[in-house]
């Protein structure tokens, strides 16, 4: 008889693929070393001793006298390699009979069940190789359990399922854990954020610092209000006759205007400037520029004038015409008529 079993291993293991990590020979005559093995009960064979059986035991008929194995099943167990015994004791158990035996220079010993499932990731299975119940992040597919992938969840049926709209990572169709960019975690739902708010390290809406239009963080401006421009992160309120480009930074209106949107877009004009598409020009001589910043006459008499600061509806002379002189507000004629 020979120490080794490879032989016997190689016959048990014949036929099967079971994608674990089973080893598939004992080769080793290492005392005190475990082998995991893939072994079908039976009754063939023959077999000595009662666990430690000898070496050249048949593996499938001592696991169902050990009682690990039924006749028929397949399953991986422990086998440890013992030293050789003076005498092997006979026994009958689970309807197998060992036999008896004398001296032997090595044994070996079926110590338990090396795996409930071969499966990675598999919580319950059905058989060995078939798997019923994954763990959490993994989906059954033909009875083994992958990867469901990111922003997934596996659902009670062991089946991947996607997260809600706005989740990136979740438990189930109602417990989110992580959100996208723009959406916050509140009770376990990803609601958007909504404009001028961020997401903080925790995924709750925070809102933006004031003069902001979108951000990632307190300090982290991205645009800015039209009044506002952008520097270093932070929007800083513009200056009178300024503008927001597309860039948030703060930009001179174009010459004449008081206020504007662009380079295009004059909302109101300085004093000698009139609105016309968006841009303000010089008015002409004795014109002044009203309340809605358009052109207009200066009164009879006026060479030039100006709108009320304080009622925008009055228009007041500064100079006059030649054959008028200034009179308070008002430009008067100097004939006079002698009836």
């Known amino acids: 008889m020979q120490m080794k079993l490879t032989f016997l291993l190689s016959l048990l293991l014949f036929g099967y693929s079971w994608g674990c990590n089973i080893e598939t020979s004992w080769n080793t005559n290492s005392v005190g070393q475990a082998h995991c093995l893939v072994i079908t009960g039976g009754t063939s064979g023959s077999v000595w001793g009662n666990n430690p059986y000898t070496s050249d035991s048949t593996l499938g008929r001592a696991a169902v006298h050990s009682g690990y194995l039924t006749i028929g099943q397949t399953g991986p167990l422990w086998i440890t390699e013992r030293a050789g015994q003076s005498s092997y004791t006979a026994s009958t158990q689970n309807g197998i009979t060992t036999s008896s035996y004398g001296s032997w220079s090595y044994s070996y010993e079926i110590t338990g069940s090396c795996s409930s499932c071969c499966s990675a990731h598999c919580l319950v299975c059905t058989t060995y190789t078939t798997c019923q119940t994954c763990a959490d992040t993994y989906g059954l597919s033909g009875g083994v359990c992958i990867s469901c992938g990111a922003g997934k969840y596996t659902d009670p049926s062991s089946i991947c399922q996607t997260c809600p709209s706005g989740c990136t990572s ?98 109101s004009c300085a004093s000698t400037y009139g609105l016309v598409g968006g841009i303000c020009i010089s008015c002409g001589t004795g014109e002044y520029t009203d309340s809605s910043s358009m052109c207009e006459a200066c009164p009879d008499g006026c060479a030039t004038c100006k709108t009320s600061q304080q009622i925008s509806t009055k228009v007041l002379c500064q100079t006059c015409l030649s054959g008028f002189e200034l009179s308070g507000d008002n430009c008067e004629s100097k004939i006079f008529v002698i009836y």
């Open 170 to 267: 979740c438990t189930s169709s109602t417990s989110c854990q992580s959100c996208l960019a723009t959406y916050g975690l509140s009770g376990g739902v990803c609601i958007p954020c909504g404009a001028g708010k961020y997401i903080d390290s925790s995924s709750i809406c925070q809102t933006c610092p004031n003069g902001c239009t979108s951000c990632t963080s307190s300090t982290s401006c991205q645009s800015c209000l039209a009044t506002y421009g952008l520097s270093r992160g932070v929007c800083i309120p513009c200056g009178a006759g300024e503008y927001t480009d597309s860039s948030s930074i703060c930009q001179i209106c174009p010459n004449g205007c008081t206020s504007c949107t662009s380079t295009t877009n004059c909302q």
